[in-house]
């Protein structure tokens, strides 16, 4: 083989995944926002083909022998093409780790546990759910084996979600948040909380659309290469970095519900957007990891969003889309509501505050379920133990317990603590972000550019190519989840008058 | 091999094929419907290697060899899979006719083409098309030999786009055409022309978006497997059986024009709906041929949506979309309006009665471009002459000539003749169901079931498992083009009181 040769095939290979990874997102996308609702047999027919023809496609023994030829010339390489070599060749080594007819036995096993777990939450009982949950695990414990023997199991887990992330590293962390958000959020409860009633009067869909494309345009979103469509759940979809789609769901009674949705998936989408050309079309395009994307996605939610230069910037704009409504309201009041602390049983509903009071749970249920400390059967009076003494909440029934997400059905282990990540990551981020920039008097004039600016410089343009931990020290320096505790502490404080 | 295995294999390559396709429609379907302007270059680079790779799966020698031994076992199998076998032979022969160097370079050409031929319009410049035109038609006199050596050069291409029709069979149909509707158009031309300033009041696009749905209840569509768009111009793009949509375009000033969009895609959705479970997934499933797909799409527009009982029976709905801009038209009114005979110059803006004049221009121009006696810098002056002759009107630039339509800049050369095939088809499919169902009683009520059913049974259910022509047999008898032209005499005679 030429080296010549070898780079054509690369690129080639790379090329034709990202064909298939764009043909899969149409029809996912196209599923979730406008397809008609009888339609699904079909399109899963097509996915499930394409799923496998890009298996097929990248796990030919060629594609082995491409990338130990280009291992072994590594350093003749650029190093954007080292980078692209180093995780194609993880990538390819994953997916020869777990036997074939144990990987096809999980496929099926998780389709199955997905139907079953709809309806186990639908009936709301647990008892439904648990044999299947049970080979889940099982699977799991196994899978971990084959990630990485050396690692304990959990961490092998965590590992594939969030590259470099362990139990030693969550356990400082959520030590941290539970020695310093559980007795704050107990002073919280005993003050009077703010009227919130007003973000649920009639906010009529129309006019909840156009404040969305407002607050697209506050972003900084080019919207010749992100539109917004409605689905059930709010999501972002990356074709490549001139092309990505954020998705919301309205409700009539709560405008807060899509405006933090829109502002948050814009983040993703920022990201996604802010990737660097000479990635496209490679491994390398799309955000390095999902506490990273999260990072973005709550830094543009909750920190920017959710402080009241934004609030006060926006809200004039706002009345307008919603002269009625916000009758009378004042921007401080708005920014009280949409920050107001309520100890709640659902994650997806969480407030800035608790939000990590609910990973927490799972990642506690999690670790002792894959070291096998815990039985399956035991996990809804765990959950339900557990809710209570980190939120104070008695949790009525297993569908608003602990069969609220779909995750596990999904076969997905060690994937929550990324989302509480991302907001402790994006609390190191702002603090950084402040000596450089003028961050509130910018944001206070409802001007997002500089504060993008920086996390497209720092965070953004990367994509891939460097190792999630990496990309986390470049904008954030050494993890110290402190200075998450210290941003939620301020915060909330002045709020409640602490 | 064993032919149980070969009977694996083609229905694995056909399911192949149809997720390649599905593929790819998606793709489409988001880049003409939702995907924001600035995204067409990424979804080009997909679309481009899915095309290839779906190439590639087809034309392995593999393939052939398949295809070979199953025609040789032709006996053994069922009627449907023989056909499959005979309609993928076809395919697989006609992809390895033309060379595969002159076929990129084909590819290549007709992309330079289009935006060559797109600039041109806009500046209605015929000489700017006319030396890309030049190399489009000497491939296709070339590729006509390819396809078949035996055929005149055009019949060989008009076979490619409706199988079993030539120009023998065309001149006889636009003989009778040009002998019955030019003078039946002369006569109406002198006759008072109704008002149909109605239609172009203020049409609030809100309001015929809700009247679409409507229409598409009248027609009988089932939501769950067909959704409604919007795109520049209006398609039907079909998944599968289940899985259809249609789009539409609306024009604030002008209620007809989505209006018969909507009914005329509606028809080509029917059709897809309609084909049999038994297909699904196989190269049958699908339409057989374009001009048996406008057969349908014409019926509904035309026939059925264009006439005095259907118009009567969805008026008063009508109304109640409109009540102001309706306010005291009559159903007879609205229907002499939408049925106004206008030589115009645009193909895609004629009524019913002069579209197949339209037709008519283009078949002259390429049966003798492809002959080699007409010049294709001649073009311009023949169309107009041409234009004067059958429609009585005068071109005044290229734009609004012969640079309005894109098919010759996409290298399709025989293609027109089927649009104008499948309005006299509909004709004829009208008096055959005439004889069994009482069309016009249950029309005027405003239900199509009946003639829906009858569609269903003699057309849709069989997809592409029968021979085009053979379709044509089933619905409409022999061939006869003065039905059409008694047809069309007879509506436009009571109209315009002649």
Redesign the interface.
């Known amino acids: 083989m030429k080296l010549e040769d070898a780079l054509t095939q690369l690129e080639e290979l790379q090329?034709?995944m990202?064909?298939y990874d764009?043909?899969?997102n149409?029809?996912y996308?196209?599923g979730v926002?406008?397809?008609?609702?009888?339609?699904g047999?079909?399109?899963g027919?097509?996915l499930s083909?394409?799923a496998g023809?890009r298996h097929k496609l990248f796990s030919a023994p060629e594609v082995g022998k491409l990338l130990e030829y280009l291992t072994k010339h590594k350093a003749e390489l650029s190093r954007l093409v080292q980078r692209q070599v180093e995780e194609l060749s993880r990538s390819y080594e994953q997916l020869t780790r777990i036997p074939a007819d144990e990987y096809m036995e999980y496929a099926s096993l998780t389709n199955e546990a997905n139907e079953v777990w709809e309806t186990a939450k639908e009936e709301s009982d647990f008892s439904k759910f648990e044999p299947v949950l049970k080979k889940l695990v099982k699977f799991n414990q196994k899978f971990a084996k084959y990630y990485d023997r050396k690692k304990k199991p959990y961490d092998a887990l965590l590992n594939e979600f969030e590259r470099g992330v362990d139990m030693e590293y969550l356990d400082q962390f959520f030590a941290t948040l539970r020695e310093r958000i559980v007795p704050l959020l107990k002073a919280i409860e005993e003050k009077e909380q703010p009227d919130d009633s007003f973000l649920h009067k009639h906010y009529p869909i129309e006019a909840q659309k156009r404040f969305s494309d407002y607050l697209m345009e506050v972003v900084g979103l080019?919207?010749?290469?992100?539109?917004i469509?409605e689905s059930e759940h709010p999501f972002t979809l990356n074709?490549?970095n001139?092309?990505v789609r954020i998705t919301t769901h309205y409700q009539e009674e709560d405008v807060a519900s899509s405006m933090y949705s829109v502002i948050h998936e814009s983040g993703h989408a920022r990201y996604e957007l802010g990737i660097r050309d000479d990635m496209?079309?490679t491994c390398l395009a799309g955000g390095v990891s999902m506490g990273v994307h999260e990072s973005q996605s709550r830094f543009y939610e909750n920190i920017i969003g959710r402080s009241l230069p934004f609030i006060q910037a926006i809200f004039p704009k706002m009345q307008e889309f919603f002269p009625e409504q916000l009758n009378g309201v004042t921007a401080e009041q708005f920014y009280r509501a949409v920050n107001k602390v309520q100890p709640s049983l659902v994650r997806i509903e969480a407030d800035e505050l608790t939000y990590s009071l609910h990973i927490m749970v799972r990642y506690e249920i999690e670790k002792q379920l894959i070291d096998g400390s815990l039985k399956v059967q035991d996990i809804p009076e765990t959950w339900n133990k557990l809710y209570k003494e980190y939120l104070g909440v008695e949790v009525p029934d297993d569908k608003h317990g602990c069969l609220q997400d779909s995750h596990w059905a999904g076969g997905s282990f060690g994937y929550f603590p990324s989302y509480a990540l991302g907001s402790a990551y994006g609390a190191q981020m702002l603090k950084n972000m402040e000596k450089e920039v003028d961050v509130w008097g910018t944001v206070g004039k409802g001007d997002l550019s500089a504060v993008s600016a920086w996390l497209g410089e720092k965070i953004h343009q990367y994509g891939s190519s460097m190792e999630p931990a990496d990309v986390v020290k470049n904008a954030c320096g050494e993890f110290d989840p402190a200075v998450y505790a210290d941003y939620l502490t301020e915060k909330f404080s002045k709020i409640y008058n602490l």
């Open positions: 090329r034709k990202y064909a764009a043909a899969s149409a029809l996308l196209d926002t406008v397809a008609p609702k009888g339609t047999e079909g399109r027919v097509a083909i394409l023809e080019d919207r010749r290469h992100c539109t469509g074709f490549n001139k092309d496209q079309y």
